[in-house]
């Protein structure tokens, strides 16, 4: 059974730092890509970060490039998406989804498989 579930959420300051984990598992990880949502109370769902099989192509979307990073340990079946000098504006709901190649990474219906998602809350 394919299943990705995402962890590290919380409640933290401005300017402080999360790492959320999505781990893998019912399909082959190695073979995956994997990109990172999040959504906003009231707003439509983004992607903000992609990553490919090997690791070896990364994106970003301006909003995040250069405080989130996303990285996998395909020996752990898991992404990571390292998040620093967080905002108010980075909170909401994170999913990780797998890549279907439907489309743009950007757009949630280019993924076919999404987990159930991990608070993330910025505020003081």
């Known amino acids: 059974q394919l299943q990705l579930v995402e962890s590290g959420g919380g409640l933290v300051q401005p300017g402080g730092s999360l790492r959320l984990s999505c781990e893998a598992s019912g399909f082959t990880f190695n073979d995956a890509s994997i990109g990172w949502f999040r959504q906003a109370p009231g707003k439509e769902r983004e992607g903000i970060s992609y990553i490919s099989p090997s690791g070896g192509s990364r994106y970003y979307v301006d909003a995040v490039r250069g405080r989130f990073t996303i990285s996998r340990d395909n020996a752990k079946n898991t992404v990571y998406l390292q998040m620093n000098d967080l905002k108010p504006e980075d909170t909401g709901v994170y999913y990780c989804?797998?890549?279907?190649?439907?489309?743009?990474?950007?757009?949630?219906?280019?993924?076919?498989?999404w987990g159930q998602g991990t608070q993330v809350t910025v505020s003081s």
């Open positions: 989804a797998l890549d279907a190649h439907r489309g743009a990474w950007t757009f949630s219906c280019s993924y076919s498989s």
